[in-house]
């Protein structure tokens, strides 16, 4: 083979080691491979398997009970260069190799080979088939640690959608674009696909090369865990936080479930010094806990529970009142959203007391501003009134160590946003809008409380009848979908449309319902449903 044809080989079967560990089938690799390397089916399913051309050869005359096949190299290079040169290979030699790469021979040749058979050879083609014959295709699935029921429980229902191979042609050209190095680029492809696909090229920019060697060798687990190797993984979750905040949950989930399916991996492992435990089971709750707030954004409320509650148990296996303070007054979240007030106080109070004896002042002024909000949904206005001025106090107090870094988001603008949203249950709309004039005012406030505070404002000026207002306010509000993916916030749309029923035929309302539908936020002319 030739130096270029030597290269070519062993950068697909690099590559295909790197698909099969993620559960890819030959057939699968054959069809992305086609993406990148225009020659024949045939070619292409030996570069699936990483075969050179003797290999194939060998196999293929292994094949014939007769002893009669005497296929030479160079022959082989024929039939994979048909049409453009080379000889057509017979419709046995086809049928041969699809027993060598177990496959169906009609997958071997393109539509244009296939037409130039006759009759009866086509029918040979037709019924050969050895997509039955067993392939190997290595487990990635870590097996089950005795001790730790959380991490070996998750390893087994964690089933996320392996990348497509449309997914993976766009990650090599994202790849192709990112690292002109090819043993740098095969190294990127790797761990972009334990981490979720070509999203998570973002991400590993912010790595530096030894970072990125580190990171590869957790994923082929050829290497013992240590500090380094954890703070990678750190680094990574803060990332993924952020790039959340610009894109949304549906770009960062599959990063996410890559990383805690990474996590679990090197828990699995019995060498692991208690320290390093320790910090893997945080990671893997924090991990946890942000897949259950995208999921909650995806409006995947079962999905978002369950994740949380695998959060709070690595929290409290390893004893961390702080996250899992935060985790119940998550869940309580959930049940707001859902109207399961009940459930969503039982998760506030059950956050409280650990609140109370968590070191962050931020932790505990989120937990109080989930409690004036559940509690203003029970129309207890005095006592929501209380919890919210602590909250407010409480954000407002120095930041320190003991103030967890995935807490960065819950500023004064924030707690502004939530207080509007009690203020419209308390049923004092003028103060709302004040509270979200100062949220929209304070340049750090994020996309998508920008936009929830939209609907606050139109919350409040609909309850006011100033509907061309409220309908600007809800066209703001649903422009923010085009950028950012939440679920959630398009559902809030439609519900602040729904309240807008009584002026539906109102000018202006009739143009947000155009431009809604253009969004994909209303699917049919007649409007929302309205429940």
Known sequence: MSGEAVHTLLECRRRSEALRAKGYGFEQIAELFSVYH????????????????????????????????????????????????????????????????????????TDEVYASYSVRDRQLIDRTDHRHLPAQRPSRVPSPIPGHVTMSLEAARDTVPVPTPQDCASLLRALGAEEADVKRRDLLFELALALGGAPAVILLRHLSPPEKDRLAAA???????????????????????RLDDDFGPQTVLPIVDGQRRLVTDLLSRTTLLPDLRDRLTYAYAELSQFAGWLHHDLMDHEGARLRYQEGLTAAHEIRDGTMIAYL?????????????????????????GWARHSPSNLMRSVHAMELARVLARRAETNDSERALAYASGMVEQPRTEADPAYLYW???????????????HW??????????????????????ARGHALLHYAEALTRKREIPG?????????RTTVRHSSTRLADSVRQARARLQPWAGNKHVRTLDEELRSLGILATAQGPHLA
């Open 38 to 109: 225009e020659v024949s089916p045939l070619r292409l399913y030996r570069y699936a398997y990483g075969r050179t051309a003797a290999e194939a050869v060998a196999l293929y005359n292994d094949l014939d009970p007769a002893g009669t096949a005497a296929l030479r190299e160079s022959r082989l290079y024929d039939f994979e260069h048909w049409p453009r040169r080379g000889k057509r290979p017979t419709a046995r030699t086809v049928a041969l190799f699809a027993q060598v790469y177990r496959t169906a021979a009609r997958h071997l040749i």
């Open 219 to 241: 994923v082929r687990s050829s290497a013992r865990v240590d500090a380094a190797t954890v703070e990678v993984i750190e680094k990574l979750t803060a990332r993924c936080r």
């Open 328 to 352: 119940h007054t998550c869940l309580s979240y959930v049940a707001v959203y859902r109207g399961q007030i009940g459930q969503a106080l039982d998760h506030v109070y059950a956050a409280q």
């Open 410 to 424: 819950w500023t004064i603008g924030q707690v502004r946003a939530s207080t509007a949203d009690c203020q419209l």
């Open 427 to 448: 049923g004092r709309p003028d103060e709302a809008i004040g509270s979200v004039l100062k949220t929209l005012a304070a340049p750090t406030t994020l996309s998508l």
């Open 470 to 478: 409220a309908v600007d306010k809800i066209r703001g509000a649903a």
